[in-house]
């Protein structure tokens, strides 16, 4: 929904096809509020998606792994680019049966894959790829505040902790008796204990970037909000450094980054990014008890989904990469 919503207002791209089972038949002016050439789109079913690849320039998988799998080979054999939002291309191939459930049936396509965050790095070269795997909102949230820590020098590059919390929209759409309102309301857990998919993502996402940290420990929460993730990121002080060494290493990762922000840490918060690709960084340390904390906010359906998925696309056809994202309103009270 988040990624017709964004391409059907870039100034470069043209919705041309939308595949659902759900919506099979009706328009995407239907369900979406979209006007122009783009509402008047019939949505296909999954099975007719084949047939739609033809002659399109770029598609996006906005679907669960095992059918990115399925669909990506269709795709890049009738000649499209592709950027899959779901995990189907993160990782190495041997971690997919432990985070995954599953043998990675694609080893080959897997190789090929490039996986993209932007403000942090990328496996390949993203102007040629044709297939790009797009970052998990935990790992994009928890990436960068981490990454802004070690680039800095602030903290040393083992032990990192985060401790991350998500909106119910991390978990899709489909009903289920854990997501329903009166489960949710006024509760807060945690949930995938040790054995979150985006753990190793992050770590390859550092690796990426020129800093390997090793293992992490991540641990999800689930908050009773819509959207929105606030990452939290502790690392070890490294000798002499201080809360304003953390708050000017924010600053300088930030700097010529136009979807990053540096503020205190305080004012990290979901409000101001919610309906925007923008990411709220702060930092600071103490040195008395040896810690560095840094903290990130994303809307976890833009900057960490489908906001992020245009940003790559718009590098991999060599445009700016804000065009379509810049003037996000938001929904900031």
Same mark, same amino acid.
């Given at each position: 929904?988040?990624?017709? $919503? ?39 079913? %999954? ?5 739609? @690849? ?7 998988? #906005? ?16 000649? #499209? ?18 985070? +995954? ?12 894959? #490039? +996986? ?21 909102? @935990?790992? !994009?949230?928890? !990436? ?23 909106? !119910? ?9 854990? @997501? ?14 040790? $054995? ?13 970037? *020129?800093?390997?940290? *090793?293992?992490? /420990? ?8 819509? $959207?929105?993730?606030?990452? /939290? ?8 450094? /201080? ?9 300088? @990762? ?11 840490? %305080? ?10 690709? $923008? ?31 245009? %940003? ?22």
């Amino acid at each position: 929904m988040e990624t017709a $919503r964004l391409v059907a207002a870039h100034p470069a791209f043209t919705l041309a096809a939308a595949v659902s089972d759900k919506w099979a038949g009706t328009l995407v002016g239907d369900q979406l509020p979209v006007a122009g050439v783009a509402a008047a789109v019939r949505v296909a079913k %999954q099975a007719e998606a084949p047939a739609l @690849f033809a002659g399109l320039d770029l598609v996006f998988l #906005c679907t669960p792994a095992e059918v990115s799998l399925a669909l990506a080979p269709l795709a890049l054999e009738a000649g #499209c680019r592709v950027v899959d939002v779901s995990g189907a291309f993160r990782l190495a191939a041997d971690l997919y049966p432990r985070w +995954y459930g599953f043998p990675h049936p694609q080893r080959e396509l897997l190789a090929r894959a #490039c +996986y993209s965050m932007p403000e942090a790095g990328a496996s390949g070269d993203l102007r040629a790829a044709r297939l790009v795997a797009n970052p998990g909102c @935990f790992a !994009t949230a928890s !990436t960068l505040a981490a990454l802004a820590l070690l680039r800095g020098g602030v903290i040393e590059p083992g032990g990192i902790v985060i401790d991350a919390k998500s909106g !119910t929209t991390g978990a899709g759409k489909k009903a289920s008796e854990d @997501f329903s309102f009166s489960e949710i309301d006024g509760d807060f857990h945690a949930y995938r204990v040790l $054995r979150h998919q985006h753990t190793p993502e992050i770590e390859r996402a550092l690796a990426l970037a *020129g800093h390997d940290a *090793g293992k992490v /420990t991540f641990t999800a929460h689930l908050l009773p909000v819509r $959207r929105g993730i606030l990452a /939290t990121v502790y690392g070890r002080l490294r000798p002499g450094k /201080t809360g304003a060494d953390a708050a000017a290493a924010v600053a300088s @990762f930030v700097a010529g980054k136009p979807f990053l922000r540096a503020v205190a840490p %305080q004012a990290v918060r979901l409000h101001p990014v919610i309906g925007t690709n $923008r990411v709220l960084l702060g930092a600071d340390a103490d040195p008395e008890r040896g810690v560095a904390i840094a903290f990130a906010a994303i809307d976890n359906l833009v900057k960490g989904a489908a906001g992020q998925a245009v %940003q790559n696309a718009n590098l991999m056809l060599g445009l700016a990469e804000t065009t379509g994202l810049e003037g996000l309103p938001g929904s900031a009270p």
